[in-house]
């Protein structure tokens, strides 16, 4: 699997990452589902892209919850994104569909890796996998609703797809600048789900959904 480097740590290196694997995409009406602080905006600057953030609070353009459908008519948006998005829903299943349902092009999506080493050597030394998982005393104000590998992952996202009229086009695994050596890349590509952070993946609309 192609290997993608983060140029930095944290969400500016990660959008900066996204946005150079795929750069054939980056035109057009785009909604960042899950927008945050609306930094994939600034990562996207060179290209000829009208960007439209939403999230469930300002400062999103468009204050929705994924969980409840997305505002939009059917094909609305030349390109969709939910990076880091799918996994706190309740029902990811529903999710997807509704991302690709407002999509005309293509959707990009990144989805978090919680088999990586890292997480097994913080399981195994009892600590937290994640501030997003575990059994705090308060309900949490937000969670990881779903755990799964990341050829867990990839097959999801194939499976998916197909049944909203897409197809997988392109896929990358996501590591961090510490992994970014000659070292890292190797091991990153002869054993990704050991070693990336984030599967990314570029589905494209090839027929109307069934």
């Given at each position: ?49 009208h960007y439209v953030g939403l999230d469930v609070q300002c400062p999103a353009a468009v204050v929705s919850d994924l969980n409840a459908g997305l505002p939009f008519g059917c094909r609305s948006f030349d390109v969709v994104v939910a990076l880091d998005v799918l996994e706190h829903t309740a029902d990811i299943y529903r999710s997807t569909a509704e991302c690709c349902r407002i999509a005309r092009r293509f959707v990009v999506i ?101």
């Amino acid at each position: 699997m192609r290997v993608v480097v983060m140029p930095s740590k944290g969400e500016a290196g990660k959008f900066s990452a996204v946005s150079a694997a795929f750069p054939q995409v980056w035109h057009g009406q785009l909604l960042d589902i899950g927008c945050r602080s609306g930094k994939l905006k600034q990562a996207l600057a060179e290209h000829p892209i009208h960007y439209v953030g939403l999230d469930v609070q300002c400062p999103a353009a468009v204050v929705s919850d994924l969980n409840a459908g997305l505002p939009f008519g059917c094909r609305s948006f030349d390109v969709v994104v939910a990076l880091d998005v799918l996994e706190h829903t309740a029902d990811i299943y529903r999710s997807t569909a509704e991302c690709c349902r407002i999509a005309r092009r293509f959707v990009v999506i990144t989805l978090p890796n919680i088999y990586s080493l890292r997480s097994r050597l913080r399981f195994l030394r009892g600590e937290p996998i994640s501030e997003k998982y575990g059994l705090p005393p308060e309900p949490p104000a937000d969670r990881h609703h779903w755990h799964f590998t990341l050829r867990e992952a990839q097959h999801f996202l194939v499976q998916r797809a197909l049944l909203s009229g897409f197809a997988l086009r392109d896929e990358a695994c996501v590591v961090g600048p510490r992994r970014g050596s000659m070292v890292g890349r190797m091991v990153s590509g002869q054993a990704p789900g050991l070693m990336a952070q984030f599967y990314l993946a570029l589905l494209e609309r090839t027929a109307e959904a069934p």
